[in-house]
């Protein structure tokens, strides 16, 4: 158990809905981040922040939203979904900038 | 930019093999970081190790040991006396200084290790 929280752990909805996925990090951890699995992308890494403030964006489509909470839990909202956007959702946590990353259980996103 | 291969799409060796899995990274900056991850198959993506591009030595940890070449750019991962239970995806992953701050990870497309028994 990595300590990094994901809910909810599966999400079956339709095209054009929107949803939210959750995460909460490891007690201590400031930085959080974002990363989709899909079996044709691979691994991608979405957003980051740090401390409540957007740090980095890697393939994050405009669709597509995070924030982090002054409590460091995260939020990652996805809307007019489309078939292509099922995929695995990672969130990992670190202490800092430089240390190793712990990711979470992942939620499952599967769009109809 | 930065990438990493890991040319080994899957590997299938028997129970008590020992096996190497590769990892190629292109960088431009002098420090960065290296990471293994595993991913069993329920999922999750377990931290295994990290290095940094300062620290050349290798490492062992039980029957895990990796092998960091920056004249080669490589940072391979063993497995000595495999074990069912190391059956799972292994990525290779780096870090590079961004802006000071971010430590986005962008990672290889994964190897498949079965182990049989």
């Known amino acids: 158990d990595s300590g990094v929280t994901q809910t909810p752990k599966h999400l079956i909805t339709a095209t054009g809905q929107r949803v939210t996925l959750r995460c909460s990090p490891r007690?201590?951890?400031?930085?959080v981040y974002w990363y989709q699995q899909s079996l044709d992308q691979g691994l991608q890494f979405l957003i980051q922040?740090?401390?409540?403030?957007?740090?980095a964006k890697g393939n994050i489509l405009e669709r597509f939203s995070a924030q982090q909470f002054p409590d460091l839990h995260s939020e990652l909202n996805l809307s007019s979904l489309e078939l292509g956007d099922s995929a695995l959702y990672f969130c990992?946590?670190?202490?800092?900038?430089?240390?190793?990353?712990?990711f979470g259980p992942g939620t499952r996103l599967t769009v109809l | 930019a930065q990438k990493v291969t890991q040319a080994q799409t899957e590997i299938s060796v028997v129970e008590k093999e020992d096996v190497t899995l590769d990892c190629v990274y292109e960088?431009?900056?002098?420090?960065?970081?290296l990471f293994w991850y595993k991913q069993p198959p329920s999922g999750e993506l377990v931290f295994l190790i990290r290095?940094?591009?300062?620290?050349?030595q290798n490492e062992i940890s039980g029957r895990y040991s990796w092998n960091f070449q920056k004249s080669t750019s490589s940072f391979n991962f063993t497995i000595t006396a495999s074990q069912v239970v190391d059956s799972a995806v292994y990525f290779c992953?780096?870090?590079?200084?961004?802006?000071?701050?971010?430590?986005?990870?962008?990672f290889g497309s994964g190897t498949q290790l079965t182990v049989l028994p």
């Open positions: 990992a946590s670190s202490e800092g900038l430089v240390y190793e990353q712990f």
């Open positions: 007690s201590g951890d400031l930085s």
């Open positions: 922040y740090y401390n409540g403030e957007e740090r």
């Open positions: 960088t431009r900056d002098t420090t960065y970081y």
């Open positions: 290095r940094n591009s300062f620290d050349e």
């Open positions: 992953a780096l870090s590079e200084p961004f802006s000071g701050s971010a430590r986005q990870l962008t």
